[in-house]
């Protein structure tokens, strides 16, 4: 392992634990409050834990027990940490601010700045390199600050919600940027956008009041949420339900036939994306079609799309439709999906 | 056309608030412009360039500056470990360090006297070593920077609370060590509010009166600043004494001038407002 | 003789003040009181310093014997007092420590300034006197701190009349603008000696030792007193300029150590 981390922090209710692959991406979602920054925080060694014990590499991070004490400082943990906002160093030129790592490391002043160039080069901010922080824009500034965070060369590099407080158009840029350096990299990146996780990391840890709600590959997490909290990140409808001699019962009563030979009894999970969810006024019975009779309990707008939330699930519906079906809180509504639109998977 | 809200001006405050408010200014100018009507013009060069005024002013930028160097020598540690630290009585200890800011200039001679003067506290021991400090120009540094390191540490500690540590956390995580933070990044990014907290000093030393007279005593070239001079020459020959007093009151707008120069480049909120060429990445 | 040509002119034109004054001088009879004015209304009497003790004293008597009137006291340095009446505080009497300072409010005055008092200086030494200072030869000896005034205010241009009779150069260590700083230093112990007035020595009780000059005695100082043109109570004014430089006022100041005019 590359690393591996428990950490239990009394007065903030945090208790998570989790080891980390060298070379592993591992985003960590979850609510506000639920810890992430805690995690980092404690990582880059800017908060104590009450108890626990952290290994980079070999290397003990912090060791806190009933009878012991160690914290290494921050500056020598090899962990960069990226925050939310770039935090470039405002008196310093964006070269100055990359090579100030490589110099705190003792490189001499000419190899800290080849090495600092390098870097924004790598980045895309080469040209960059001489100006203030005060005349970069939101997406040069991180840019900026990737750099700065790499030329460090961490062992861990640690990103919170690196991309939260770009601008939408500057948002994709910066992830290809994250995508194309964290290859092969050990990082942990904390974020609220399941795209990040799908995009950068390989696996996910998703937090909820201090502790470990799930966690595993990000394709298995993300596709197959076992929470409903998970879910939501994911953006899926999760149903529960058993399997029956019918195939999937959901505990509202429907049921969904299944080809799979799993025992009955066995509880079961069942995923489908709200854009694919169909509403209507009448049942649609079509073969392979699951139909679902729900009363509306709210309607919000996302986008372009108008998100109905019906029965516990969550359609997407053109505005037209909303209009054209007469959709208000309180209508009964046939939600239907179809089979091979929905994952049922073990819980 | 862009349409932008108009900023509240005074036409839209209630008429009273501005009339106090002239009242109020001219309370504060008026001294001012009396003074200057005051001052013997034709004679103004000869007045401050004599001998005595002259030994006054020179002794005056000297002991100043001294303090000055020593505010900063111990006003930034200070304002270090009252900003970046907590410890039990920090609450006690920044209300004692801010105590010759409200303390009757006299009582903090006395106090000085009482410390550093021949039978005072320190003063019996280094009088054995030989060390006297009263009636020397020492004692009148000792006087300015007793009253103006309050407005370095108040001022600085101020701006390093404001700044925040969340520069200081990046620097550790990028392998700085402690003095390297403190050097490449607390330091400058709170350099403007030091730059304006030494000029304040410096002011407050070069105005200080009260401790010097009661501690350092008034010898021309040794211990009487211009603040004294002003007083003894106000004996004798007022004219000298206005055009002097001119001379300080110069001095201190000069110094209002530049600390609030400064102060606008401390605004140290991470740069949020991008130039408008550079909008995409 | 201490006055100036430019008081001498006040007096010629007060001529006939000057002569009531002194007719009725001596008397504490309010109905003798000069011009015939009543004496019953409030004063407000700035005073040197120096004469806080026995002007208080001489305040209270004096309301004593002219039942109703009033007097306010003011004591500062008198060149402070000087400067304060010429840019108008509403004072009614004067009475400073040394003549060249009455005269710069020459213009203000209703009358001519009478002498009530003379002063000498003393060397003042702390109690233990470390320095071992007998006269004012020792004080000028090298490593000896010596304080005195400045020559600006009175009682620095009376040490300068005495260093001149003494034939003695002090190097004071340093020279402050008041006789309460030069006592200040010398209390405390950081000067071993410090000229001031014998009036002050006396003041100062237990706190300082007194060492006579001498040479002293050619370098008096006197204080001179005189009621203020603008006074809005002319006659309890010139009345209290009497009681002060009557006998009553002679005793009282004698008290406190000051000589006799």
Redesign the interface.
């Known amino acids: 392992m590359s690393l591996t981390f428990t950490a239990t922090l009394a007065e903030r209710g945090f208790d998570v634990a989790f080891e980390l692959a060298p070379g592993e991406t591992l985003a960590v979602l979850g609510p506000n409050g639920a810890g992430k920054s805690t995690l980092l925080t404690l990582l880059?060694?800017?908060l104590a834990p009450s108890m626990g014990r952290a290994e980079l590499d070999g290397t003990v991070l912090f060791d806190v027990g009933a009878d012991r004490r160690t914290l290494v400082?921050?500056?020598?943990?090899g962990?960069?940490?990226l925050?939310q906002?770039?935090?470039?160093?405002?008196?310093?030129t964006a070269l100055e601010n990359v090579a100030?790592?490589p110099r705190?490391?003792g490189v001499d002043r000419t190899a800290a700045r080849a090495t600092a160039l390098s870097w924004l080069d790598r980045v895309g901010a080469a040209d960059l390199a001489g100006r203030r922080?005060?005349?970069?824009?939101?997406?040069?500034?991180?840019?900026v600050a990737i750099a700065?965070?790499l030329a460090?060369d961490p062992s861990l590099l640690?990103l919170d919600e690196p991309l939260s407080a770009?601008d939408v158009?500057?948002a994709p840029?910066?992830r290809t940027l994250l995508r194309d350096v964290l290859v092969d990299r050990s990082a942990i990146i904390v974020t609220h956008d399941p795209l990040d996780a799908f995009l950068l990391a390989d696996s996910v840890l998703i937090l909820d009041g201090g502790r470990v709600v799930e966690s595993g590959a990000t394709a298995v997490v993300l596709t197959r949420p076992v929470t409903s909290f998970g879910a939501h990140l994911a953006g899926l409808n999760l149903v529960t339900g058993l399997r029956t001699a019918e195939g999937f019962r959901s505990e509202e009563g429907w049921v969904l036939p299944l080809a799979d030979t799993a025992p009955e009894g066995t509880s079961l999970a069942l995923a489908v994306r709200p854009g694919r969810v169909t509403v209507s006024r009448s049942a649609v019975t079509a073969p392979g079609t699951a139909c679902i009779a729900a009363e509306v309990d709210d309607v919000e707008h996302r986008g372009d799309l108008v998100r109905l939330h019906a029965g516990g699930m969550a359609a997407d519906v053109a505005p037209s439709d909303v209009v054209a079906l007469g959709i208000v809180p309180g209508s009964r509504m046939f939600l239907g999906f179809r089979h091979e639109d929905a994952s049922i998977y073990p819980l | 056309m862009r349409l932008e809200a108009a900023p509240l001006d005074a036409a839209r405050l209630p008429r009273w608030v501005v009339a106090v408010a002239v009242v109020g200014s001219l309370f504060v100018v008026l001294p001012v412009v009396a003074m200057a009507l005051r001052v013997d013009w034709p004679d103004f060069v000869p007045l401050v360039t004599s001998e005595s005024a002259a030994a006054a002013l020179l002794l005056s930028l000297r002991t100043s500056l001294t303090a000055t160097a020593l505010c900063v020598l111990f006003g930034v540690p200070m304002a270090l470990v009252l900003a970046r630290t907590s410890f039990r009585g920090q609450r006690l200890l920044r209300s004692l360090v801010l105590l010759p800011l409200v303390l009757p200039p006299v009582v903090g001679g006395l106090a000085l006297?009482y410390t550093f003067?021949?039978?005072g506290l320190l003063g019996s021991s280094l009088s054995a070593l030989g060390i006297e400090i009263?009636?020397t120009t020492t004692a009148v540094v000792l006087s300015q920077a007793f009253v103006a390191l309050p407005f370095l540490v108040l001022s600085l500690e101020g701006a390093l609370r404001t700044v925040g540590t969340?520069?200081e956390?990046?620097?550790?995580?990028?392998?700085?060590?402690r003095w390297?933070v403190l050097r490449?990044?607390t330091l400058?990014?709170v350099?403007p509010a030091l730059v304006s907290g030494a000029v304040l000093s410096f002011a407050r030393a070069l105005g200080e009166f009260g401790a010097t007279?009661?501690f350092?005593?008034?010898?021309?070239g040794t211990?009487?600043t211009l603040p004294?001079e002003v007083?003894?020459?106000?004996?004798?020959?007022?004219d000298a004494a206005v055009a002097l007093s001119f001379i300080l009151v110069l001095v201190a707008i000069a110094v209002v001038g530049v600390a609030h120069r400064v102060r606008p480049l401390g605004d140290?909120a991470?740069?949020r407002a991008?130039?408008r060429e550079?909008?995409?990445? | 003789m201490y006055l100036t040509p430019a008081l001498r002119r006040t007096a010629a034109l007060a001529g006939a003040a000057v002569v009531l004054a002194l007719t009725a001088c001596g008397t504490a009879d309010p109905d003798a009181a000069a011009g015939g004015d009543a004496v019953d209304g409030s004063i407000t009497v700035f005073a040197a310093a120096s004469l806080t003790a026995p002007f208080t004293e001489l305040a209270g008597q004096f309301e004593e014997a002219y039942p109703g009137a009033e007097v306010t006291l003011n004591f500062a340095?008198s060149?402070d007092l000087a400067?304060q009446i010429s840019e108008g505080a509403p004072a009614d009497v004067f009475a400073s420590a040394d003549a060249r300072t009455m005269v710069k409010v020459g213009a203000l005055l209703d009358g001519d300034p009478v002498g009530i008092a003379t002063n000498t200086l003393q060397l003042a030494v702390p109690p233990d006197n470390p320095a071992g200072i007998t006269s004012l030869v020792d004080a000028a000896k090298p490593g000896v701190?010596t304080?005195v005034c400045?020559r600006?205010?009175p009682c620095g241009a009376a040490a300068a009349k005495l260093e001149e009779a003494a034939g003695v150069d002090l190097t004071?260590?340093?020279?402050?603008?008041s006789v309460t700083?030069v006592l200040?230093?010398v209390t405390?112990?950081?000067?071993d000696a410090g000229l001031v007035y014998r009036t002050d020595v006396r003041a100062a009780g237990d706190a300082v030792r007194g060492i006579d000059v001498p040479a002293a005695a050619g370098a008096r100082t006197t204080y001179p007193i005189a009621a203020l043109a603008g006074s809005g109570d002319a006659g309890t004014a010139r009345e209290f300029v009497e009681f002060a430089s009557g006998p009553l006022g002679q005793s009282v100041l004698g008290a406190a150590g000051f000589g006799a005019p």
Do not use: C, M, N
């Open positions: 880059a060694g800017l400082e921050p500056r020598h943990r962990v960069s940490l925050a906002e770039a935090l470039l160093f405002p008196h310093l100030f790592g705190s490391r922080p005060g005349r970069l824009s939101g997406g040069q500034a991180q840019r700065r965070a460090a640690l770009l158009t500057v840029a910066i | 006297l003067g021949r039978r009263a009636f969340r520069y956390a990046v620097g550790a995580t990028l392998g700085a060590g390297t490449r990044i400058p990014l350099l007279l009661t350092a005593g008034s010898l021309q211990t009487r004294l007083y003894l020459q106000r004996e004798t020959d007022p140290l991470p740069p991008p130039s550079a909008a995409r990445a | 340095g060149s400067t701190k304080v400045a600006q205010v004071p260590v340093s020279e402050e603008s700083d200040g230093k405390s112990g950081e000067a």
